[in-house]
């Protein structure tokens, strides 16, 4: 079954990459490997805004994840054409919005971490940091950015 | 000398990877290089939990941040089955739980930078980064991930 | 054009690379990668210190940002032995020591991400990562690593 079916099947629908606010882009090939840039996590189109611990749950958090993934898997598609050419997804980097407090940084993560499993299966399966940052870009509570492997 | 007699006379015992708390591995192989996940302090197990600048010292802060590069020459051997094959170790990114006016990451990361420096020599030196996070999984004081080259 | 005429065009001189406070190197290949330790910002030789949102203005992290990316090109310089090898910056973490309601890391971040663009024209466009961190070593207010394709 090709990755695309998977979505379809998955009702995930790939959105166009955001445009990036600066002078990057969504994400470069180099050798084998595909760098993403850091995705922030939006809803209804702008910043989910907030922060673990103080106002957003784990469970809130989890779901910003996998939105912030599934922009992501957009910009993968854009930058490699054919997400059936994706060896593996190889590193993930969750950066969490955090209260001083809040310690659950790989519970949010596996929000993003489930979605690549769910979408690629064994070669969804990554290494990953989760960590808690003071603030994001937008006040987002959540951003991911990871290196995919390429055919 | 192997890296494994090295790890004898500095009588190192490599632990078995920790079991991530999430979906996903403790390492991944692409191309030449290994993506090791992010591995937080254990101390007798548990998380090694603190503040740098609140509680825990420097001093501490550098042997939590050798446990924690301890913790990933163990996944480091898991990864590959051989630390012999590892070419280089090339980047470490080490975070740490950092007080609003802690500013000595750099000290608390040369904890995991000179082990690395003991264990693989010439081949241990690598590039870094030390920033201060907001908070870490399980309260951690830190946090270590590591890309190495590979035979 | 090469890219040392483009620097004497925009009248940046390559400083040295900084002596690591630690044990590690500025930069490493591996493959063909080369992996940049993270090159905080300096003023007069010292840590540009301070907070984006507490004392320091987004303009000035800007001028921060854009210095340290310059720090960041010499020690490119001295790890690849000629700019000019390099095929294309491929990845910026740009991480801006924030307060708690500063939320425009990424326009913090344009500041290194244009003097790539300056340098490099096309080759100099990147994937990116802008995070809001609790403090940064020595107390400066922005820090930039990267990776670069060299042939």
Known sequence: MSVYERLHDLRIDLPAPPHPVGAFVPGVQA???VFLSGHIARKNGASWSGRLGAGISVT???????????DALGSLH???????RIKRIVKLLVLVNSADDFT?????ANGASELFGEVFDGRGLHARSAIGVAQLPLGSCVEVELVAEIE
Chains 1, 2, 3 share one sequence.
């Open 60 to 70: 809130e958090g989890q779901a910003a994840a996998r939105a912030a993934a599934i």
């Open 31 to 33: 050798g084998g490997l």
């Open 78 to 84: 854009a930058a490699t054409g054919d997400l059936d």
């Open 104 to 108: 659950e940084q790989h519970l949010v």
